[in-house]
């Protein structure tokens, strides 16, 4: 059988099944290609010194990486001019960035996670980009940081390239998940697998055990009952996997099944989570979905979630259905007994 581009695999939803507009399919093409080149950087690593820290913090008081910002410019400079676009927010800056007035505007909005794992960064381990696509609002003409504050369930598209042994590009528009391989000698975005599938159940989970002390009791309980194996009340052994790329363990588990896990915790009482709403857990959230998993915040399903911040944490529970619907069952029996 012929190989199938992604170009091809975008015109097949623009104009046979009808399912996105072409200016989504240019945009997405855009951003394609932007990761393209952030690929290429990564790989490069410090034969081009792309490799250490940038000197700067980002809005959540993180270190920078000099490929942070390389990826964040890369995907602004990529997507500003096509005419697609009407802002851009990314993980690497405070404020959304409205296009700039010398160039067209157009009706989408674009959130990303530049360069996602970056603590894998000067270890040479799987890395990635992370994005997702919003409409801006009917009637508005002047986008606002509100404009973007809409729940997953009003994305268009998502999608995360891993930057690893190979790399991927793995994308939804809401009509199943397909995944394309970056085709180094021809540069081209080969489909080398549509309609992903994440097995219902599993024994394999996610998590960084080394804050086991913070977890609240519902986290607790859930990885205690799977730590007790064949014996156990779950009467099989687990086994447990943390790339600390969130890429890079979605990415596992769209292909083999898992659960994915950053829950709140007490490290940071008031924030509830690491990972971020808007550019991390709800395209990861939508992709899980479209591969018939789930992903929730504990309580409540991740894509219903109706933001407040752009910059707003949550906490993530996704991956194999049967498992992320027992541990946010957890969670939801500890929220009605506790006391109000
Ligand atoms: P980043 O976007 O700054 O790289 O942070 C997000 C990453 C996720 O990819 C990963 O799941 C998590 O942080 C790892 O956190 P920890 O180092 O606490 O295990
Ligand atoms: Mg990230």
Known sequence: ???VSLTQYLVELQRE???IPGELRLLLEVVARACKRISLAVSKGDLADVIGAAGSDNVQGEAQQKLDVIANETLLEANEWGGHLAAMASEE??????????YPRGEFLLLFDPLDGSSNIDVNVSIGTIFSVLKLPEGV??????????PGTQQLAAGYAVYGPSTLLVLTVGDGVAKFTLDRETGSWTMTGNHLRIPED???FAINASNIRHWEPPVRRYVDEMLAGKTGPRGKD???????SMVADVHRIM???GVFMYPRDAREPNKPGKLRLMYEANPMAFLVEQAGGAATNGLQRMLEVQPTQLHQRVAVFLGSKNEVERVTAYHQEQAGSAPS
């Not at 800056?93 to 010398?102: D, K, S, T, V």
Request: charged share 30%.
């Open 1 to 3: 059988m012929k190989p």
């Open 202 to 204: 599993t024994k394999e």
């Open 238 to 244: 687990f086994n447990m996997r943390w790339v600390a």
């Open 17 to 19: 099944k009808g399912l």
């Open 255 to 257: 292909t083999r099944g």
């Open 93 to 102: 800056m405070e404020g959304f960035y409205p296009i700039p007035h010398r």
């Open 141 to 150: 003409t002047e986008p606002t940081e509100e404009n973007f504050l809409q």
